[in-house]
């Protein structure tokens, strides 16, 4: 069965790079259509989609955060990665990497999220 | 970017009432998605492609909509349909979530 997980720091100090990991199993990467996507939400709040990486290596980013975001993956094809640069209180937040198929405009399975807390 | 608007933002329902979610878009869409997410949990896909049930949503549940407009209804209320609803589009980048609604039971 498909599952995903993200890890991350739990803790920075603003302006630091965050780094948080998706792993997941039940399927690959390297399979045709195959996306990862990664989405906060804030503490009471909805839900914001950051970034996308597709089976093919291509990289999608929201304009709005496109400068502070790198996304990428390993070569196993079971890990994504994601870094925002320069972080801030406003990037605290629980981050959630979720499947996509490509010919579908929607996630079909969520990771169960990690906490970011952004405090100096 | 297309901005959804949910409503109402918060509502309490008894067991066995209808209730209808909705969910406006900025501009016309081509889908809606719909989410469940309860306390402390990620959210789990629960309406597709406007209408679509996901995998193990009860028949009570259903989608509908066009264009601008779209909705989330459920025929009979249960305790455990108490969660918070977000809508989801992309038709145009970026994909956006709506700003959920809260949904009680009374």
């Known amino acids: 069965q498909v599952t995903l997980k993200e890890s991350g720091p739990g803790m920075l100090q603003p302006s630091k790079t965050l780094s948080l990991t998706c792993s997941f199993s039940?399927?690959?990467?390297?399979?045709?259509?195959?996306?990862v996507s990664w989405i906060r939400q804030p503490s009471g709040k909805s839900l914001e989609w950051l970034a996308a990486?597709?089976?093919?290596?291509?990289?999608y980013y929201n304009p709005s955060l496109k400068s502070r975001l790198t996304v990428s993956k390993d070569t196993s094809n079971t890990q994504v990665f994601l870094k925002i640069t320069s972080v801030d209180i406003a990037d605290t937040a629980t981050y959630y990497c979720?499947?996509?198929?490509?010919?579908?405009?929607?996630?079909?399975?969520w990771g169960p999220g990690t906490m970011v807390t952004v405090s100096s | 970017e297309i901005v959804l608007t949910q409503s109402p933002t918060t509502m309490a329902a008894s067991p066995g009432e209808k209730v209808t979610l909705t969910c406006r878009a900025s501009?016309?869409?081509?889908?809606m998605h719909w989410y469940q997410q309860k306390s402390g949990a990620s959210p789990k896909l629960w309406i597709y492609?406007?209408?679509n049930r996901a995998s193990g949503v009860p028949n009570r549940f259903s989608g509908s909509g066009s264009g601008t407009s779209y909705s989330l209804t459920i025929s009979s209320m249960e305790t455990e349909d108490a969660a918070t609803y977000y809508c989801q589009q992309w038709s145009s980048n970026p994909l956006t979530f709506g700003s959920g609604t809260k949904l009680e039971i009374k």
């Open positions: 979720a499947r996509r198929r490509a010919a579908d405009w929607y996630f079909d399975f």
């Open positions: 039940g399927f690959s990467l390297s399979t045709s259509g195959m996306v």
């Open positions: 492609d406007t209408s």
């Open positions: 990486i597709d089976w093919d290596g291509d990289k």
């Open positions: 501009s016309s869409v081509s889908y």
